[in-house]
């Protein structure tokens, strides 16, 4: 089976290899600070969701960092390209103006190739909306706007304490696609109330959107310390999907998404110092072998 994987993608585009720098914006989220709610989303740890992520600095030292980072393990002397991601907690949650500069002060950085900004549906005004729009058009590069749905489902969202209803995610996805705008929109893969047809119907209905989503990424749900879900699993632990059942659903998930939608992601990395389940997650080279076998075999 052949889909269209973001390393194949960032070659095409950029005729080179293109790596991924995690940058904090400094921003809170809505769902942390009382404005929609409190605590974040039950599975979302401290870090919020960006615990990879180069240290609070100015933007230029934080890119300087992270790009050192990445550079120790490649071969010196040749130039590489990066995309400048803001992963942690809601990065368009907060002063325009000031985010703005942030943003600006990324995409002017030449070794940058493209700007990554996580965030919630909710959280995207219509002022942030076209600064975004201006800067893609002042800078030549391409701006992604990721955003966490998760699943389609009320139930979940409700379990999850999301915070947004679907309405207001496919309201946020027009805007974005009419600005111009790339947008990526993450999802989570083993909710133990979900069964595996609520995953495909979360799929399905990602792949039905029109204009055609740009990217995806299929997250394993990871149970972590320090989260709501990970203290409910140590007082009852649930089910969490085996490695044989994440590589069979991921399959499945492929199989109904359009040739164009770029796929950013087939798993994800929970910090090993904060992971509770599934332990099999952490040994990340086995389970990207396990995944391109059953892609392959398919």
Same mark, same amino acid.
């Given at each position: 089976?052949?889909?269209?994987?973001?390393?194949?993608?960032?070659?095409?585009?950029?005729?080179?290899?293109?790596?991924?720098?995690?940058?904090?914006?400094?921003?809170?989220?809505?769902?942390?600070?009382?404005?929609?709610?409190?605590?974040?989303?039950?599975?979302?740890?401290?870090?919020?969701?960006?615990?990879?992520?180069?240290?609070?600095?100015?933007?230029?030292?934080?890119?300087?960092?992270?790009?050192?980072?990445?550079?120790?393990?490649?071969?010196?002397?040749?130039?590489?390209?990066?995309?400048? #991601?803001?992963?942690?907690?809601?990065?368009?949650?907060?002063?325009?103006?000031? =985010?703005?500069?942030? #943003?600006? &002060?990324?995409?002017?950085?030449?070794?940058?190739?493209? =700007?990554?900004?996580?965030?919630?549906?909710?959280?995207? *005004?219509?002022?942030?909306?076209?600064?975004?729009?201006?800067?893609?058009?002042? #800078?030549?590069?391409?701006?992604?706007?990721?955003?966490?749905?998760?699943?389609?489902?009320?139930?979940?969202?409700?379990?999850?304490?999301?915070?947004?209803?679907?309405?207001?995610?496919?309201?946020? #996805?027009?805007?974005?696609?009419?600005?111009?705008?790339?947008?990526?929109?993450?999802?989570?893969?083993?909710?133990?109330?979900?069964?595996?047809?609520?995953?495909? &119907?979360?799929?399905?209905?990602?792949?039905?959107?029109?204009?055609?989503?740009?990217?995806?990424?299929?997250?394993?749900?990871?149970?972590?310390?320090?989260?709501?879900?990970?203290?409910?699993?140590?007082?009852?632990?649930?089910?969490?999907?085996?490695?044989?059942?994440?590589?069979?659903?991921?399959?499945?998930?492929?199989?109904?998404?359009?040739?164009?939608?770029?796929?950013?992601?087939?798993?994800?990395?929970?910090? *090993?110092?904060?992971?509770?389940?599934?332990?099999?997650?952490?040994?990340?080279?086995?389970?990207?072998?396990?995944?391109?076998?059953?892609?392959?075999?398919?």
């Amino acid at each position: 089976m052949n889909y269209l994987s973001l390393s194949d993608y960032l070659k095409q585009t950029y005729g080179q290899k293109v790596y991924k720098i995690s940058l904090q914006s400094g921003c809170t989220c809505p769902n942390r600070d009382g404005t929609v709610s409190r605590g974040g989303c039950i599975f979302c740890s401290e870090g919020g969701s960006g615990d990879f992520a180069a240290p609070l600095l100015p933007i230029n030292e934080q890119i300087d960092f992270a790009i050192k980072k990445v550079e120790a393990k490649l071969p010196a002397g040749k130039e590489h390209k990066y995309i400048a #991601y803001f992963q942690s907690y809601t990065n368009t949650y907060g002063d325009t103006g000031k =985010l703005k500069a942030m #943003y600006a &002060e990324a995409l002017s950085d030449p070794r940058v190739a493209a =700007l990554s900004i996580g965030t919630r549906p909710d959280s995207i *005004k219509d002022d942030m909306l076209e600064t975004l729009k201006l800067l893609q058009a002042q #800078y030549g590069k391409k701006i992604w706007v990721e955003l966490g749905l998760q699943s389609i489902h009320e139930d979940t969202a409700s379990r999850i304490n999301r915070g947004y209803t679907l309405p207001v995610f496919e309201n946020t #996805y027009r805007k974005l696609k009419e600005a111009g705008l790339t947008v990526i929109v993450h999802v989570i893969l083993g909710f133990p109330w979900e069964t595996e047809e609520d995953m495909l &119907e979360t799929v399905r209905y990602l792949s039905s959107l029109s204009p055609v989503l740009d990217g995806i990424k299929l997250q394993l749900l990871h149970v972590l310390k320090g989260t709501r879900l990970g203290d409910e699993y140590l007082r009852h632990p649930f089910h969490v999907l085996e490695l044989q059942e994440y590589c069979d659903l991921v399959v499945r998930c492929l199989k109904l998404l359009p040739k164009e939608t770029v796929v950013h992601r087939i798993t994800g990395d929970g910090p *090993k110092k904060l992971l509770i389940a599934p332990l099999w997650s952490g040994d990340k080279k086995k389970v990207l072998n396990t995944l391109n076998r059953a892609i392959k075999l398919s």
